[in-house]
């Protein structure tokens, strides 16, 4: 100022001012509390109150939880424990039925013997994820396979796996971790084959079932390749035809035939055997894998410019967002049947995950859409202008952009799907929260015990949910791009 | 507004061949009811540098759109290269790999680094193997002056140097005719004068360019023809000197002065 006058207009800088650094603000737990909960009256009242209720939550459930017993083989014998430790009338949490009981809300009624048949399938599935969902970063994906090595093989050895089996394991685990060290693309090929595999450790039998199902589209594609110079459209069509009758058709002779000749099978294990958390991710697993291309191919189908494709996808979109779950469950368990050709048993558990993926489809193409439309026009136009064509441009520009703003949308209907595994216990099926309590419920020993079974598998829900969260976070902040 | 162009223009490389790159016959175009183009006849020979002028809502961008088809044109004929424009989705995307254009908001490709917004489309239309195709984008980049950003995203950069890399993108599909659709509208006045430079570069090279600009330094520097367009039509069209100099139509007048006055 001491240069500038107020009378006079013309001023030039005769020196520029460098960067300075910015003032030391006043830092400090009292400044933040003034700042952040007192900063004035209003806020004041609402800290007390939420304070109020934090204490009244603590104080009616902390002796519930502080008194809580996990060594007993009964409810009458937890009661006694706590009447004797904490005085008559005393509550507290009966945890110890999950400590006897855990094997039922973790495997169902799976064949005890057969336990680590999931676990492997468990640890497996985490090498088969690693290039898709932790592709990015090598010390994630480090930590994460050598935690699902150790964990896998130890539970496996614990229940009692094969010796041979534990051999696969470890072999496959080893070269997941040197493949994720090396190029993590080499093991997008086991993801491919995963979920046959996966279905096989769980499900057992005959390994040659999954093979031909593997065998239809092998064919497909060589139908495509041949085909593909003629018309994009007409190869496809004959590829999707090529597999599904080679599928309806040959596949389970071709698969018997083959069992005859040379024998490839482990001991099988009925739909009815599944419960717990092994249903819940099973079901819940293969329902996120699938509704998400489904869920794609239908808000592309919604946008679509060709009249049919587009009704066929409003009305599917709309009309399976319109039913409850439950409904489309008790279709999957009583309808589905008189529909199909007579002779034809069609597994419970896959009648289940087809229904909770066209649900979760649904919900998912509405959330897709929304990436889609907030997609610039600008951005099909370049897009379009540069020559390429609908489905290079959808996959290589539109997708990843509006996949990407859809990251938010798209775990929440994944979680709200994964939660809403647990209403097959209305078509008979053991999940953890209802039908497997009640399991527990029907021996003498555990009858009457409520809470602690749901706080149990409550937390365990969490768990898995707010994991879906927190990666669904980093991979938002992983796919940042500067501003736009 | 429109900076001077002070750089010397050497117009002995810029020749004009007989051949015809895009002939527009007849063709006419509606949004709805509302009659946007109407009965446009243009010829561009291969090496003409042509600026298309004129008020907004004149059509001057859905010309330059319909010839590479982000836009349909309800009646007569547009052929390019010798393809003519029709439903045919093949000839289509045929055509716009030999068009290349430049918008007004660069619509580069947010998720995608400089480098890989140059290499997409000679990938995955061009089937270019990748090492050739990163060698001719770093060629390019370098000739827009911005080899150094190849790695980084384009939201990164300012405005000037999204619209280069843009330019850029277009040039790797080496394309035989440039669109530019309004370059430098979105752009400070600062950075005007990168991408003009650019386009001059350009157009020394003998590149077959339209485009739809507001920058009449530009256009006396560079075009060989300029098109005046209102309410949809053709209204006037002459070499640059003649244009500026002496506007026959009423309404060229008025808009000359009214963007030249000041």
């Not at chain 1, 496996?156 to 070269?175: D, H, N």
């Not at chain 1, 993801?191 to 005959?206: C, E, N, Q």
């Not at chain 1, 092994?278 to 592309?300: C, D, E, K, Q, W």
Request: glycine share 8%; charged share 15%.
């Amino acid at each position: 100022m001491s240069d500038t006058h107020a009378q006079t207009v013309a001023y030039v800088r005769d020196t520029m001012l460098p960067a300075a650094a910015p003032p030391l603000r006043e830092s400090g737990a009292v400044r933040w509390l003034r700042e952040n909960l007192f900063s004035g009256p209003v806020n004041t009242i609402l800290t007390i109150l939420g304070l109020l209720i934090v204490w009244f939550l603590v104080a009616t459930f902390w002796d519930w939880f502080a008194h809580s017993v996990w060594n007993a083989s009964s409810l009458s014998e937890c009661r006694e424990i706590i009447a004797a430790t904490w005085g008559e009338g005393a509550r507290g949490a009966c945890f110890a039925v999950i400590r006897e009981r855990w094997n039922q809300y973790v495997f169902g009624f799976y064949p005890q013997s057969l336990y680590w048949r999931p676990t492997m399938t468990f640890g497996l599935l985490m090498v088969a994820l690693a290039p898709v969902l932790f592709s990015a970063s090598l010390t994630i994906r480090r930590v994460v396979l050598v935690i699902t090595a150790v964990v896998t093989l130890w539970a496996m050895s614990v229940l009692g796996a094969p010796v041979g089996w534990l051999l696969f394991s470890a072999a496959v685990l080893v070269a997941g971790l040197l493949a994720s060290e090396r190029n993590i693309a080499w093991l997008l090929p086991f993801s491919a084959i995963y979920p046959l595999l996966g279905v096989w450790f769980l499900w057992g039998g005959s390994l040659w079932g999954p093979i031909f199902v593997l065998v239809g589209p092998l064919l497909g594609w060589v139908a495509w390749r041949m085909l593909s110079g003629v018309s994009p459209l007409l190869a496809t069509v004959a590829a999707l035809l090529v597999t599904l009758l080679f599928w309806m058709g040959l596949a389970g002779e071709a698969a018997r035939d083959a069992e005859n000749i040379l024998s490839l099978s482990i001991e099988s294990v009925r739909s009815d055997r599944f419960g717990g958390f092994l249903l819940s991710l099973t079901i819940g697993v293969a329902g996120i894998a699938l509704s998400l291309p489904l869920g794609i191919m239908l808000a592309l189908a919604r946008r679509s410019d060709m009249f049919l494709i587009k009704s066929l996808a409003v009305i599917f979109i709309e009309f399976i967002r319109g039913v409850p779950l439950i409904t489309l469950l008790f279709v999957a368990s009583l309808l589905l049947n008189y529909f199909l050709p007579p002779g034809t048993s069609f597994d419970i558990i896959l009648r289940v995950i087809i229904m909770v993926t066209i649900f979760a489809a649904a919900y998912m193409a509405e959330v897709i859409r929304g990436g889609l439309a907030a997609l610039p026009r600008g951005q099909y136009e370049a897009a379009d202008a540069l020559g390429l064509d609908y489905w290079k441009a959808q996959r290589l520009i539109v997708l990843p952009q509006a996949l990407k703003i859809s990251i938010p949308g798209i775990v929440s209907t994944f979680i709200g799907m994964f939660k809403d595994t647990t209403l097959v216990t209305f078509v008979g099926l053991y999940d953890p929260l209802k039908s497997m309590s009640d399991a527990v419920r029907a021996n003498i020993a555990w009858k009457g015990i409520y809470w602690e079974p749901f706080v149990f598998v409550g937390a365990i829900f969490f768990l898995i949910c707010f994991g879906m969260s927190r990666y669904s976070m980093y991979l938002e902040r992983r796919l940042q791009r500067g501003h736009r | 507004m429109s900076e001077p162009i002070n750089r010397k223009i050497d117009r002995s490389q810029m020749s004009i061949s007989d051949e015809v790159a895009i002939d527009i016959r007849n063709m006419n175009k509606w949004y709805g009811t509302f009659h946007v183009l109407r009965d446009i006849n243009l010829t561009v020979h291969k090496g003409e540098r042509i600026v298309i002028a004129g008020p907004s809502g004149s059509g001057k961008s859905t010309l330059i759109r319909c010839i590479n088809r982000l836009e349909e044109h309800q009646a007569g004929h547009i052929v390019v290269d010798g393809i003519e424009l029709t439903n045919d989705i093949k000839n289509i995307d045929k055509v716009r790999s030999e068009v290349g254009m430049v918008f007004q908001h660069f619509n580069l490709f947010p998720h995608l680094t400089v480098l890989e917004n140059c290499t997409l489309a000679p990938i995955w239309v061009r089937k270019v193997p990748r090492k050739q195709a990163e060698a001719t984008a770093m060629r390019f980049l370098e000739k827009v002056k911005i080899p150094e950003q190849a790695g980084k995203y384009p939201g990164q950069l300012s405005g000037g140097q999204q619209q280069r890399v843009a330019i850029a993108r277009s040039l790797c599909m080496q394309p035989k005719i440039m669109l530019f659709d309004e370059p430098t509208s979105a752009l400070d006045p600062e950075m005007i004068k990168e991408v003009l430079d650019t386009m001059i570069q350009l157009a020394e090279e003998g590149m077959t360019m339209i485009c739809v600009t507001h920058e009449m330094g530009f256009a006396q520097a560079v075009a060989n023809r300029v098109i005046f367009m209102d309410q949809g039509q053709i209204v006037e069209q002459n070499t640059p000197t003649e244009f500026f100099s002496n506007p026959r139509s009423e309404r060229t007048k008025l808009f000359l002065s009214q963007i030249l006055g000041h």
